[in-house]
């Protein structure tokens, strides 16, 4: 019975001094991994004010929708080059995502889609050949139209899956990591 | 000395002589003519094993005269001298032993015989599933299916219900390993269990009083005989290019002091469908238990030891960013990431450890009387590794390490017609959600305690009618510290009506200290009737009530294999579920049947709802909230054994459910549809234990499901469509064939068996609704399995 009792005083002891684990309040985490912001920048190869699209959304996952932004229209056969940025607003100061997207080039691609307003051609290529889209060629379309245009970052995609080469997004797989859709207009 | 060595050389030279030696043999059952399965006969240095339906066969013995020992678990063991002249038949009966009736607590006692029934895993099925896992094994009880995470994530999922509803009892402890989560298995090794059951329903109320669906008992290897006792399995499987092998070492004693220890390895690579490799999906185990015991003569006291560790790969192709991902994903029909076969494991995957310490002690009081006490502590860490970019990649998305200290005092008695229960618990459990991940945790940091009391009378009318009553209080209480994004909190509704749990303001995010305090009381009652002719029926009426666990309250974010928004609300309410079930159970030689028609009124059925879409920069997501509604369940479980000669048995297992969402009329989301499980074994006694099985698993589809399909601009080949996101529709049934043989040998002092099975022999192709990865990949394919057992 001796036993039993220094049994019972060891467990009251284990149990009490776990009792007393930290109630410190946790630190807060800023999602620094997020896009929040993604920049589209067409700047005319003759010269010109550039046509920015923006997608920004400041509360990363949360039920705020993107606030878009289309600076202007595109001038109809007008050639642009254009160059896309990533960014993560909820940082300070904002981390630019876009290097990373970079150093990381084999396992990222950037697809356009849209139908009649022109022609995307990719300007940049990984270690291996296969493109990116940070940078990329746009030739707006020959007559005036307007119409979607979706932009979207995909991670890990299967960059030999069919056309994926050539811009096309069906066979890509992966996961999405930032997909934003604008209303735009060729004029 | 001499005459000795003379005997036993007449005992060797027997031995080699074919004429001279003979065979016993018989069956193994219980008093009330249970047989027993894998009970041990032992003489000299010869073993035999019963079968399933009891029987055993000795070949080999030398005449003259022996002593004969038949032991089980469980029972006394029958010791005694047969002359043994030529081929004899001993039937034993086993009694139950009573020191291990206090742990047994739902074993059939002589007086009041207990009116819940329990359906339990023979030891060759928990043998059989030795290298997968607890889930696989328990989907043979009738109306036990399993709710899938790829292939190795199984949960046990009991009459529909799972997780949270369906508390798993390792040891008499209560597993606490982040149980709520439909995607994290049960973290125990199926090689530790020596005994594994279920019981459909509340009523084992010194377990808890929140078992809405039932709850699985898992108990130790315990060898009562002085005995050392050993026993190795090795399996080899062709799908997934691996194996496991299980070893442990068993020390029985009467009185004194006896051990026990075991430890897995388990190792396996990609698994593969009938068509392609699922990339990323093996995994490994490394698993130890042991414990050690100090029988004294009316008390014992035992400490224990279990680690679970397992890297579990979860397929590569299920990581989807956004509903454009899982259009493409659901339509392309094969997987987006198929590479060649590999062991190696990356993202994303779990990596989990469990440690499980627990001392008790048990003592017999004067009058009957039993008491236990216990004191566990559960350590559980559990990291999800998710397919990130840059410097994230080596760090887990999700980190969360648990704590769990838990003291048990049970007691028991019992006089004359009755059987008295009682008990207290309490348990302090701490959440450590770690920040260091980057992401906003699923589940914050939040301490629990909780506290139960309970009693349990049992009353014997007659020799065949036994009542059964019991009740149980239960407390609660839930400190949790959760951030908030400020737009979350706002669209959820909380600004204004929980401002006062705001203890901070971190700019974009409201620091909070949510708490909750639940009183809760649940109740059974039952009664078994013994008809005669080896048939009982068994009623029981249960009240259960279960609180919200903590993703049903707090969580709040983005879940990547399926592309949803799940939102927790911490105005949800505790559940109440009414369960109403009889057992009609038939024994006999030739046929036996078990029937359990069931119902389960559940009011404030926790659940998962679509309740619209959200748009993010990463695109659009559906948004499911945890709502609650009230649901009915009824169904049935059929198990059939009809032994048609002596060599051939066929065995029947059928399940079917019918549950409703009563509020709006629709069926509940991810119910087992109807499936019928028909084996046929064959069994040649004399010859090694010669056995061979056909089994043929059916599984309809499943056509009562809610419509949660939802349209969504989806970028299709250059332009946005909109499209039917088809994400409710059941994939179609499927019937699957497997074959088992096997056989025994004794080498020695050492038993072996070898078995040798092919599981879906047809190599089908197919998808199971409960499987939460069904809209990404196939199940597995065929797979070749060698198994090796040695009992020494």
């Known amino acids: 019975m001796k036993n039993f009792k220094t049994l019972v005083l060891a467990l009251v002891t284990i149990v009490s001094l776990s009792a007393c684990s930290n109630d410190d309040t946790p630190a807060p985490v800023n999602e620094e991994e997020v896009i929040t912001t993604l920049t589209a920048t067409f700047t005319p190869t003759a010269g010109g004010a550039p046509v920015v699209l923006t997608s920004r959304d400041l509360d990363g996952d949360g039920p705020n929708a993107p606030v878009k932004t289309v600076s202007g229209n595109f001038a109809a056969g007008m050639a642009y080059t254009g160059t896309i940025t990533f960014l993560n607003e909820l940082a300070s100061p904002a981390d630019n995502i876009t290097e990373e997207v970079h150093e990381e080039a084999t396992d990222h691609q950037i697809f356009f889609q849209q139908s009649g307003l022109g022609t995307f051609t990719y300007a940049d290529m990984d270690a291996n050949g296969h493109p990116v889209g940070l940078n990329f060629t746009y030739t707006a379309a020959a007559t005036g139209t307007n119409g979607n245009l979706t932009i979207t970052l995909i991670h890990l995609p299967n960059k030999s899956g069919a056309n994926v080469a050539n811009g096309d997004i069906t066979n890509a797989g992966g996961g999405t990591d930032a997909e934003a859709t604008f209303a735009v207009t060729v004029e | ?792």
């Not at chain 2, 004191?375 to 969360?400: K, M, P, S």
């Not at chain 2, 404030?604 to 959200?614: A, R, W």
Request: charged share 15%.
């Open chain 2, 1 to 792: 000395m001499r005459i000795y060595f003379t005997l036993l050389a007449v005992f060797l030279a027997g031995s080699w002589c074919a004429y001279s030696q003979v065979t016993l043999s018989g069956k193994v059952a219980t008093t009330q003519n249970q047989p027993l399965d894998g009970a041990h006969i032992h003489i000299d240095n010869l073993h035999a094993m019963s079968l399933p339906d009891g029987l055993y066969s000795l070949p080999g013995i030398p005449a003259g005269s022996h002593r004969v020992v038949v032991s089980y678990i469980g029972y006394k063991s029958l010791d005694t001298v047969v002359d043994i002249y030529r081929n004899l038949v001993l039937d034993a009966v086993l009694n139950p032993e009573s020191t291990q009736l206090q742990e047994v607590v739902l074993t059939e006692t002589a007086q009041a015989k207990s009116t819940v029934h329990e359906d339990r895993l023979k030891a060759e099925t928990i043998e059989k599933y030795s290298n997968t896992s607890l889930g696989d094994a328990l989907k043979e009880i009738a109306g036990v299916s399993s709710l899938k995470t790829g292939s190795t994530i199984v949960k046990p999922v009991i009459n529909g219900l799972h997780s949270s509803r369906v508390p798993v009892i390792s040891n008499n402890v209560r597993l606490e390993d982040q149980q709520w989560g439909t995607e994290h298995a049960p973290n125990l090794d199926i090689n530790s269990a020596g005994r594994v059951s279920v019981i459909k329903g509340a009523g084992a109320l010194q377990y808890g009083g929140d078992a809405v669906g039932g709850l699985v008992l898992v108990e130790p290897v315990s060898v009562l005989k002085d005995t050392l006792f050993g026993r190795t399995i090795l399996t080899a499987d062709s799908n997934g290019r691996g194996g496991s092998v299980t070893s442990s070492l068993h020390q029985g004693a009467e009185k004194g002091w006896a051990w026990n220890a075991s430890g897995t390895f388990k190792y396996m690579g990609d698994r593969e469908t009938p068509d392609y490799v699922l990339s990323n999906t093996g995994n490994r185990e490394a698993n130890f238990a042991s414990d050690v015991k100090y029988i004294g003569s009316n008390y014992n006291l035992q400490a224990t030891y279990s680690f679970y560790n397992a890297t579990i790969g979860i397929a590569e192709a299920t990581h989807i960013g956004n509903v454009s991902d899982l259009v493409r994903a659901i339509n392309n029909q094969e997987p987006s990431v198929i590479r060649p076969f590999t062991y190696k494991i990356g993202a994303p995957r779990q990596e989990v450890q469990h440690h499980l310490a627990k001392l008790n002690f048990n003592k017999d009081l004067a009058d009957g009387a039993t008491l236990a006490l216990q004191y566990a502590f559960q350590l559980n860490r559990r990291e999800e590794f998710d397919l990130r970019r840059g410097d994230y990649a080596n760090i887990a998305a999700l980190d969360l390490t648990l704590s769990t200290h838990s003291v048990n005092a049970d007691w028991k008695k019992t006089a004359n017609n009755a059987t008295y229960k009682a008990g207290v618990s309490g348990s302090m459990q701490h959440n450590d959600a770690s920040p260091a991940t980057g992401i906003r945790p699923l589940i914050p940091n939040y301490d629990k305690l909780d506290a139960g009391v309970y009693g349990i009378y049992q009353y014997a009318f007659s020799s065949s009618l036994s009542g059964e009553a019991g009740v149980r209080y239960d407390f609660s209480r839930i400190d949790a510290t959760k951030y908030y994004q400020k737009s979350r909190w706002d669209a959820l509704g909380y600004n204004g009506v929980f401002d006062d749990i705001i203890i901070g303001d971190y700019s974009s995010q409201w620091l909070t200290n949510p708490k909750f305090t639940y009183h809760n009381v649940s109740a059974s009652v039952g009664l078994r009737k013994d008809f005669g002719n080896s048939l009982t029926l068994l009623g029981n009426v249960s009240l259960a009530m279960r609180n919200p666990n903590p993703s049903e309250l707090f969580s709040d974010g983005l879940h990547h294999s399926n592309a949803t928004i799940e939102l927790g609300d911490l105005r949800t309410q505790k559940e109440k579920a009414l369960k109403f079930s009889a057992t009609l159970l038939k024994t006999g030689s030739a046929f036996s049947f078990e029937l359990t028609p069931y119902l389960n009124s559940i009011n404030n059925f926790i659940y998962l709802s679509p309740t619209g879409v959200e748009y993010t920069i990463r695109g659009t997501f559906p948004v499911y909230k945890y709502m609650q509604t009230n649901a009915l369940l009824a169904g049935a479980d059929l198990h059939t054994d009809w032994n048609i000669t002596s060599h051939l048995k066929h065995s029947l297992n059928a399940a079917y459910l019918h549950a409703t969402n009563t509020l709006s009329s629709e069926p509940l989301i991810d119910m087992p549809p109807l499936n019928i499980t028909n084996t046929l074994r064959y069994t040649l006694q004399n010859f090694h234990s010669l056995f061979a099985e056909v089994r043929s698993e059916a599984v309809f589809t499943q056509t009562r499901y809610p419509n949660n399909n939802f349209n969504a601009d989806v970028p299709a080949g250059n332009e946005l469509v909109p499209t039917l996101v088809n994400i409710s529709t059941p994939p179609p049934g499927y019937q699957l064939l497997h074959f088992t043989t096997g056989a025994q040998f004794a080498l020695g002092k050492t038993t072996a068996a070898i078995n040798v099975s092919v599981n879906n022999i047809f190599n089908t192709a197919y998808r199971d609704y409960l499987n939460r990865q069904r809209l990404y990949t196939d199940e597995v394919g065929r797979n070749f399995q060698l198994q090796l057992k040695l009992n020494y």
